[in-house]
């Protein structure tokens, strides 16, 4: 049956048996018996299913977190990026060191100081395609089928999508309003290693968690760090946020005072440009050789074009001038998105007040499943992430994910004012 037959019967067939057809027709190819067990476990990003989506015009996507690059000064970056391949286009375009180049990781331990780590050293920055890339190199390096990995409840949906495909058993931690919660930490870990579980690291996102937007507290940071150390439990930092916090001084991160025991990933994708595809690893100089090793094996050099243009954004432009524009946007943004959710969500609706970065994170009466309720969004005009995206549980989830990084404020209140009625709805079928 082709596709096209399929879609026409689908109003009389039952979903069981549309799966079952599509399942029939994927799998009959000879080439499906050599995959690797390995390839059962990736599948799309959901994140990615409805960013496609939300590209429809008319729909007001509160779900990608994308930053909003009409602020950037995108005439004088053409011109930037122009007189590099002119000026020096052999190099820019030709195969680079695969640590990355040595002015750019000197910059990014500039770039990490403003977020709180004063002590890099350039030799031990690792420069990837995004953090994404940093968090599968880590997961190849450290973790063995069936090792523990552990990350906050809930977490970023491209992490577990690394995990997943590495075959890992993710374990999750509760968090707070405050954070990952110390004491439940303790006990995971107790628990696991009670069960003779091998617990390789703690992965978190400290800073404006994506997606709850919830930040670790100043008290229980260095908490955190000393009960991983005392179970030999590396702790991999995902700071892409850090910088956009909405008033006052960054949080000064766990990688700060423990160079020994964490490996901190910062990317640009949140404070210049996603599709240079340009993040790092600050690395544990006992850890630093292997990791770069295996990040040079995957992608045996990052872009020097990109670096490159990287570089000379942060050497010729004002670029803290444009985190601070960022900030103050940001922070508008989600003062429209909260309000809007105070006039129009239903009795019932909880959700985080975030202090930065991109997220609120809604959270409906218990029996409510925000999966199915996609759909029935986008028929209202409204797009958002539901949050079983962010957990490896099974489970139904009665949270979802609204991005406020990339819409204005007149039509982030537009939005939530369509969804509204969306989730009063379920919760009345209840």
């Known amino acids: 049956m082709s596709h096209e037959t399929l879609d026409a019967a689908a109003a009389s067939l039952p979903a069981e ?56 000064p995108l005439d004088r970056l053409a011109e930037t990026a122009a007189r590099i391949i002119a000026d020096d286009g052999l190099t820019a375009l030709q195969y680079g060191a695969g640590q990355g180049t040595e002015e750019l990781r000197t910059q990014i ?24 890339s940093a968090q599968d190199v880590a997961t190849k390096l450290f973790c063995n089928p069936g090792d523990v990995v552990l990350v906050e409840d809930p977490t970023y949906v491209g992490a577990l999508n690394t995990f997943e495909a590495y075959q890992v058993q993710v374990e999750t931690v509760p968090m707070d309003q405050s954070g990952l919660v110390p004491e439940l930490l303790e006990a995971r870990i107790a628990a696991l290693q009670l069960a003779g579980k091998s617990i390789k690291f703690l992965y978190t996102i400290p800073s404006f968690n994506n997606p709850s937007g919830i930040t670790l507290s100043a008290e229980r940071r260095q908490q955190i760090v000393d009960i991983c150390r005392t179970a030999n439990i590396l702790i991999i ?29 910062g990317s640009f994708s949140k404070i210049f440009a996603p599709g240079l595809r340009i993040g790092w690893a600050l690395v544990p100089a006992h850890l630093q050789r292997r990791y770069y090793l295996a990040a040079e094996a995957v992608t045996l050099c990052p872009p020097a074009l990109n670096q490159m243009l990287v570089s000379a954004y942060l050497r010729d432009f004002d670029w803290q001038g444009q985190i601070r524009t960022y900030r103050s946007l940001y922070a508008e943004r989600c003062r429209a998105m909260l309000s809007a959710l105070e006039e129009y969500m239903p009795e019932g609706a909880t959700w985080t007040s975030p202090e930065g970065g991109f997220f609120v994170w809604v959270t409906l009466p218990e029996g409510v499943d925000t999966y199915p309720l996609l759909h029935k969004a986008i028929d209202a005009g409204v797009v958002f992430i539901p949050g079983a995206a962010f957990t490896p549980s099974d489970e139904p989830s009665n949270k979802l994910r609204l991005a406020f990084s990339a819409v204005p404020p007149d039509a982030i209140r537009e939005g939530v004012r369509r969804l509204a009625p969306v989730l009063q709805e379920a919760l009345a079928a209840r």
């Open 17 to 72: 048996a549309i799966d079952a057809i599509e399942r029939a027709a994927t799998s009959a190819h000879r080439h499906e018996e050599l995959f690797s067990e390995r390839a059962a476990n990736i599948r799309q990003s959901a994140v990615r299913d409805v960013f496609d989506i939300s590209l429809r015009p008319g729909l007001v996507s509160l779900a990608g977190g994308s930053p909003y690059l009409r602020s950037l």
């Open 109 to 132: 331990c500039a770039v990490m100081a403003a977020e709180g780590i004063t002590d890099a050293q350039p030799e031990n920055v690792v420069i990837t395609a995004g953090s994404q």
């Open 237 to 265: 930092e995902d700071n892409p946020y850090g910088l956009l916090r909405f008033n006052g001084e960054p949080l000064a991160p766990l990688r700060a005072d423990n160079p020994d025991d964490v490996i901190y990933m």
